[in-house]
């Protein structure tokens, strides 16, 4: 074995060392490799698994404008209840009436159940808000609501409750702030009609006042924190999949999603039906969370916003024919849907849509850089239809860049086909999706090292390891997985771009997809493993790449490697090296790292040592114990490191202070 120096930091981390391998990584530190995006590690949102409605859109109303094609879904009705269609906002026209039933015992009422229940805490107050107005000629009319216990398995008794009087026959909107007296995840909201008046309801409505940056029927904050917290690069939206629709009537319409949210019409979210046993007839997309906030909260995260528009294409794992696709000549609309898109996020107060941005309270541009054009499309069909885009794209906005599909798969024949193609029609990047087993992770460190340095570059648009056997849910090998594959995006950064996870959010009561970056349930919720493994990167992209390699060649997890993956970035504003090892083996290796190209005054110093490592490789951080495998960040105060020992199964990041280097 090679005789290593070691400090008395090194030594103490070297504690867990049982087999020792000789490993040698050569960091190049004479110059600095290719430039690292600021985009480079984001996010991806959509609205699958309840993310945006029953997750980060905080309304706590299930149907509240009962425009569902069920009007009563999410609702229970007692008594005397009408639905009408002749309301105050016409693209969500029903409401109902409450009428007295005629007898003294028994109640006129609406029950609604909330998504999985209504989440409330003690102490923290929630805005009732709703339209009403008193019909048939009377002057006022007065209605109780309540937050109840759910009846299943608690006594149902309400733990709060308002009276409110309603006055006068025109449409008006009432508020009621009310403070919850206990902690009730799964409560639900009453509303009980007083006395013999009737009464006309529409758009009930109820939401925490602690909202992300204390909005009115804002977002919801834990999760915003989370993505705040991962500081991410960009921010892809709002899919997916909803971006194509099941049929093109229902893919996602992002002018749909403008203006005040009592007016936005509801849109089936295709994630309803899409798994017979993960089935949720009542998932809707009320656009709550529509454009406007997609921009808005990728500003305030300090991320670059990445709108992903319908190609003219609806899903086509759902739809072969032609006949569910617009026709080549006919996509002027999409196109112009385009257009003003980017006029809504660019254009000046004076343009149409510059106009509506400044009118919903954004008045500067939100500087959008890119757009997709279609989300997972392949095929000829997708290929004509992009090539009409971009070069209407490109004449009216040469400074946008546009990201094309690679299709559903991350290698075969639509992969193949579809790469050319983009490198002809000349997108600026192109987007790869892959959701793969671990064996496809531990195979892919070199992926990125011999693409085209010519072509498009690489937006990793949608990627996870989904576990075989079985283990296709979050557990930290496979975020660990994911973290090995990650050495090969850095290392690679002069072509790739930018990468997201993907999903994003899931609700524990209404997934459909998973694994997923963030879970949470009504009150709570838990960063996985993979958060963490995107987080290391996100916090530590630095800003070039530096050469790292063994023998001449990038650790790789190849054989002869021990599994052993390596990256190492510079950081020019904090004079850093960060090196990234990561040790998917399951024994502990000993990495001797050598900074090649500095002068005799700059020898590193460690500034802290980072371990990513869980003892049990299938456990995940979990609503009740969401702190379970985080990173352990040791302080090193200025060591030297000659020799690295990565325990087994382990994502070990070392940062290394490197004064007077550029
Ligand atoms: O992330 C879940 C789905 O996976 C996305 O909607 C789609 O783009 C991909 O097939």
Redesign the pocket.
């Known amino acids: 074995m090679r005789k290593t120096i070691l400090t008395a930091f090194a030594a103490s981390a070297l504690a867990l060392s049982v087999t020792a391998q000789n490993h040698e990584l050569t960091v190049e530190m004479k110059k600095n490799g290719a430039p690292i995006q600021k985009t480079m590690y984001g996010l991806?949102i959509?609205d699958?698994n309840y993310a945006a409605d029953g997750g980060l859109y905080a309304e706590l109303v299930k149907n509240r404008s009962f425009d569902f094609p069920y009007a009563f879904t999410g609702w229970q009705v007692a008594g005397n209840v009408e639905v009408r269609n002749d309301g105050p906002f016409d693209r969500n026209p029903n409401y109902v009436r409450l009428k007295s039933s005629g007898h003294g015992h028994k109640w006129t009422a609406l029950l609604n159940e909330g998504f999985f229940g209504i989440g409330v805490e003690k102490d923290k107050e929630y805005r009732f808000t709703f339209y009403a107005r008193v019909p048939e000629g009377k002057k006022n009319a007065r209605i109780r609501m309540e937050l109840a216990q759910p009846i299943t398995n608690r006594e149902g008794q309400d733990f709060l409750s308002r009276e409110i009087n309603i006055e006068g026959s025109e449409w008006k909107q009432y508020e009621v702030v009310v403070k919850s007296p206990m902690t009730e995840p799964k409560a639900q909201l009453r509303i009980f009609l007083l006395g013999n008046n009737a009464v006309d309801l529409e758009h009930i409505s109820l939401f925490p006042v602690d909202t992300w940056k204390g909005r009115k029927g804002g977002l919801r904050k834990d999760l915003m924190e989370a993505l705040a917290d991962m500081k991410p690069g960009c921010f892809r939206f709002p899919?997916?999949?909803?971006v194509e629709g099941t049929d093109l009537d229902t893919r996602y319409n992002w002018k749909n999603t403008l203006g005040p949210v009592e007016n936005r019409p509801l849109n089936e979210n295709r994630w309803h039906y899409t798994f017979r046993h993960r089935f949720f007839p009542d998932y809707f997309q009320t656009y709550g969370l529509g454009f406007f906030e997609y921009f808005l909260l990728s500003e305030e995260i300090g991320a670059e916003p990445l709108p992903v528009v319908n190609v003219g294409l609806s899903c086509q794992?759902q739809n072969n024919g032609e006949h569910a696709h617009v026709a080549v000549d006919e996509l002027d609309p999409y196109i112009q849907d385009a257009l003003d898109l980017i006029e809504f996020a660019n254009g000046d107060v004076t343009t149409e849509y510059g106009k509506i941005r400044a009118e919903m309270g954004h008045p500067e541009p939100f500087n959008l850089k890119y757009i997709g054009v279609g989300?997972?499309q392949w095929g000829s069909e997708y290929v004509v239809r992009l090539e009409k885009f971009v070069e209407r794209l490109r004449k009216a906005h040469p400074e946008i860049e546009i990201i094309g599909s690679s299709g559903?798969n991350s290698e075969g024949r639509d992969f193949d086909y579809l790469w050319p193609e983009m490198k002809r029609i000349k997108v600026d990047l192109v987007d790869e999706?892959f959701?793969r087993p671990e064996s496809w992770f531990l195979s892919q460190g070199n992926r990125y090292d011999n693409y085209d340095r010519k072509g498009p570059k690489v937006f990793a648009g949608?990627y996870a390891c989904h576990g075989a056997n079985g283990r296709k849910w979050n557990h930290f090998n496979a975020s660990l997985l994911e973290a090995a594959f990650m050495t090969n995006l850095e290392r690679n950064a002069d072509i790739v771009h930018m990468a997201t996870y993907?999903?994003l959010f899931a609700h524990v009561d209404g997934w459909q997809?998973r694994p997923d970056l963030i879970w949470y349930d009504n009150l709570r919720s838990v960063r996985s493993c993979s958060y963490y493994v995107q987080q290391m990167y996100a916090h530590n992209t630095g800003t070039h790449v530096l050469k790292a390699t063994e023998n001449g060649k990038p650790l790789a997890g190849n054989e002869g490697q021990d599994g052993l993956f390596a990256s190492a970035v510079w950081d020019a504003a904090k004079k850093e090296v960060i090196v990234k090892v990561i040790n998917v083996s399951d024994k502990a290796q000993e990495v001797k790292l050598n900074f090649t190209g500095l002068k005799k005054s700059q020898k590193p110093q460690l500034v802290d040592v980072t371990t990513y490592h869980s003892d049990d490789l299938y456990a995940d951080n979990t609503l009740d114990n969401p702190t379970a495998i985080v990173p352990q960040v040791k302080a090193a105060n200025g060591a030297a490191l000659d020799v690295a020992n990565v325990p087994a199964k382990t994502f070990a990041m070392y940062r290394f202070k490197v004064e007077g280097r550029k």
């Open positions: 991806f959509e699958i899919g997916g999949c909803i794992y989300n997972e559903p999706h959701y949608e993907a999903p997809w």
